[in-house]
């Protein structure tokens, strides 16, 4: 099985993710959506991947799903999200995922993420202080890459070739 990882992100959680997913799946290819726009015909398994940034997935997402969402129906597909606030994943997919590409996704997760300030524009970084004051005032830990999330989607990728 020939397993296509394509993902977006403005930072490297996204990428960091995709690459233990690539690393504990065999035949599986990481594309950068930033770098290629892949051909997905050769491929049995499609996982896509997107950052979540001021509650929208990232545009290069957007583009790629739209432009190959017929191939996808007709694809074994999963997704994963990259984000801050991962209390609030199935907000984020069913604002920005066709309703029937998530219903036809075998695996969907959210990997949380890390706040991170410092690729940030001044206006972005203002608002990542905040977020991050926000979380030390109200003890909450701020958010990490959750590996068991990750364990779990391998764990129905590989269901798929049984």
């Known amino acids: 099985m020939k397993i296509l990882i394509a993902y977006a ?11 233990i997913l690539k690393n504990k799946l065999h035949n599986a290819h990481v594309i950068n959506l930033a770098k290629q726009q892949p051909d997905i015909s050769d491929y ?9 940034r001021f509650n929208e997935i990232h545009n290069l997402v957007k583009i790629f799903i739209r432009d190959n969402m017929n191939l996808l129906m007709k694809k074994n597909t999963a997704i994963y999200i990259c984000c801050g606030f991962p209390e609030k994943a199935n907000q984020y997919l069913l604002h920005n995922f066709p309703k029937k590409l998530l219903n036809k996704s075998f695996s969907i997760q959210c ?6 300030v410092k690729p940030y524009k001044i206006l972005d970084l203002m608002i990542m202080k905040i977020v991050q004051k926000n979380f030390k005032t109200n003890e909450k830990s701020p958010t990490k890459i959750i590996e068991e999330n990750i364990l779990e989607m391998v ?6 070739s049984d």
């Not at 992100?9 to 690459?19: E, L, R």
């Not at 764990?155 to 798929?160: R, T, Y």
């Open 111 to 116: 990997f949380g993420g890390n706040l991170k």
């Open 9 to 19: 992100g403005n930072n490297n959680t996204t990428q960091d993710c995709a690459n």
């Open 44 to 52: 049995d398994t499609i996982i896509i991947g997107s950052c979540i």
């Open 155 to 160: 764990n129905d990728i590989e269901k798929l």
